[in-house]
């Protein structure tokens, strides 16, 4: 019902099949740095009117790919939109980021939230499906959601916080309850998924943005968890020909590679501080790896940037039949960017990868 893949690398690295070279992508490509894309938003109003009109949300995922040779699409919407759904209602002040109306403050409004969100949403399948017409099958399209556990901190916290003192008070305090709320989420982001992949969505991403945050064991207990109960919801859901590429995201993640391949996910998107060589090894095969590109080499010198690309490259080393390599940044790229640094990105994975390729 939608016409062929003509880019498939992407898709090929993510299920470690061989490539002529190094797909690309980048978190938040369709996003501030675009003059286009502040052009689009202002002409939407607010930020939320740009999400759920999809026309527009089209017209954002499209942009970057007029520009770049971008191996990759992903859908133009936010991880807040299920919690906005669930009635938190979601809104944004001008250089505060994102909050909440009715922030989860007590047991009750816990009690209450209900997994049953998609009517709210179809706004995002209807999103998917008009930009896979759109893309006429330039590029795969990227899905994806928030983890639970990231998607608890900011419902919790009513907004947007570099200590989490709320949401760390409930799990020290009321594990049980975090749990149910957790319990929730992750229903909800699953049936929020399946949709997602319904519509037309080839790949998939969770962003665990504020995992890193946790101990050890609060990681495994609050997040991982949940992103595993995700992945195995969907697959099990899926015929074996439906199934699309699961990626999982942890920023600040570095410590528990093993454990978050142990969730079935198909790729590990890494952020900077790890070198993305040692991960490799840590892993065994059947993963792919993501990333992991300084986001702040972005602001420096297109010889600088040509210098950390090729040292990702060499770091990950040879693609093989046990994990292929999908480049991008280790986290979003920042509003302040020269859009003019991004193609020289684009261009020396282009340029530098097709060695690591036979
Ligand atoms: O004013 C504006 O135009 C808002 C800026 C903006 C943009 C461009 C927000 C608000 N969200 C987005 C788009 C967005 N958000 C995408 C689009 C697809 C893409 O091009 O990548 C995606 C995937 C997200 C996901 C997202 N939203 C995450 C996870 C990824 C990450 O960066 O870690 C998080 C944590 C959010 C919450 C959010 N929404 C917006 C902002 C500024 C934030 C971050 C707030 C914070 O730092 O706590």
Redesign the pocket.
């Known amino acids: 019902m939608f016409p062929v893949l003509k880019n498939d690398r992407l898709i090929k690295s993510l299920w470690r099949e061989p490539v002529d070279r190094t797909p690309v992508w ?7 740095y675009l003059p286009e ?2 052009a689009t ?1 202002a002409k939407a109003g607010d ?1 939320m009117t ?1 999400c759920q009109t999809p026309e527009l949300a089209c017209e954002v ?1 499209m942009q ?1 790919l007029a520009r770049y040779d971008f191996d990759a699409a ?7 939109t299920i919690p906005d759904a669930m009635g938190l209602e979601l809104y ?1 002040v001008e250089g505060e ?2 909050k909440f109306k009715h922030p989860l403050t007590t047991a009750a409004s816990i009690h209450n939230l209900s997994s049953d969100v998609m009517n709210e949403l179809a706004y995002v399948p209807n999103a998917v499906a008009l930009i896979r017409h759109e893309l006429n099958g330039k590029v795969p399209l990227i899905g ?1 959601s ?1 983890s639970p556990w ?1 998607l608890a901190t ?1 419902m919790v916290e009513g ?3 570099r200590e989490f003192k709320k949401i760390k008070a409930l799990l020290y305090e009321d594990p049980a309850l975090l749990h149910v709320l957790l319990q929730t989420l992750a229903d909800a982001v699953t049936h929020y998924l399946l949709a997602q992949i319904k519509a037309g969505a080839q790949v998939l ?1 969770i ?1 665990d ?2 995992g890193g945050i946790l101990s050890d064991s609060a990681y495994r207990e609050f997040s991982l968890r949940y992103m595993r109960l995700v992945v195995t919801g969907i697959n099990s859901n899926l015929t074996e020909a439906e199934r699309v590429p699961i990626i999982l ?1 942890t ?1 600040g993640g570095g410590g528990w590679l093993e454990d978050i391949q142990d969730t079935g996910c198909d790729a590990i998107g890494l952020d900077w501080p790890i070198d993305i060589g040692r991960a490799r090894a840590r892993v065994t095969d059947g993963v792919s790896l993501q990333g992991n590109m300084d986001p702040a080499v972005l602001r420096s010198t297109p010889d600088a940037i040509e210098a950390e690309v090729k040292k990702v490259l060499a770091s990950f080393g040879r693609h093989s039949a046990a994990s292929g390599h999908v480049f991008n940044l280790g ?2 790229i920042t509003p302040d960017i020269d859009p003019e640094n991004v193609a020289v990105f684009v261009e020396a994975v282009k340029n530098h990868s097709p060695a690591y390729h036979s």
């Open positions: 980048m978190m938040r490509q369709a996003g501030r894309y502040r938003r930020f740009l995922t970057p992903i859908l133009f919407s936010d991880i807040l944004f980021g994102p994806f928030g990231t900011y907004q947007s916080t991403q962003f943005t504020w995201f920023k986290h979003g």
